[in-house]
């Protein structure tokens, strides 16, 4: 089961792409926000949003807010998803955020994560105040009615909750080992 | 005509895919014959040459042909490309008019 709004964010050090450990202190430290989201390489979902996410990262970058994405499948199964295919994605896509292998995939199961992409928005005092999908269009980003990750980026940067806390995760499932 | 459409649950595009498709064939006025394969495993998966989820095949024909081999066969989610370069896990409606223009012997713009 996925986090509960208001939760602490789980800790973790991971791999990032670049080989440095990251963890998540060394995230949340200084940051109005910190949105950890769960991700890949092979999913049609991911690969709809990544552009608005990358986006919306290099929007609020300015603001103190951070990102970080872990991609928790199975490499084996999804060979499109392995630490080198990531590696090769972050840099083609030019990732603003560090891109985390959870390799033993403890941390996708300690976040409750199910889906790719799934967003978990902390505040700065590390409380979960947004779960879900980034925004209700995953096929047209021209379609996009409801901004739920940019619209709670704003209330948690103007002081306030987000106008909604939580939406289904839409996307690929994770690929467990 | 007859279609297939092969889908796997956990890819939450197949019912927006489906009634895209239904409603192209009613825009177009066809009628087909319509069978919905759900694919459950890695073994059914092989055997049909699945390449993801959804996958449309009218008459026998993939509506992308070229998409299937970017698509590893196995239980994921298919990726389209839009004609503007976008990916996406619902197929693009121009290919899948495209396919029920060609199995029905009309013009198509490709």
Redesign the interface.
Known sequence: MALKIGADAPAFELKNVDGNTVSLESLKDGASALAIVFSCN????V??W?DRLIQIARDYAGEGVRFALINANDPV??P?DSFPQMQSRAQLKSYPFPYLHDETQEVARAYGAERTPEVFLFDASGKLVYHGAPDDN????LNVKKYYLREALDAVLAGGTPPVAETPP????IKWK | MKIEFLYSEDCPSHAPALERLRDLLEQEDLQADLRIVRVETDEQAQSLCFPGSPTIRVDGQDIDPEGTTANPVGLSCRVYRTSDGRFTPLPPEDLVLQALRRAAGRQTSD
Do not use: M, S
């Open positions: 092979h999913c049609p979902y690969l709809a990544e199964k999804y499109a995953y096929d047209n980003p839409v996307g690929c499932t």
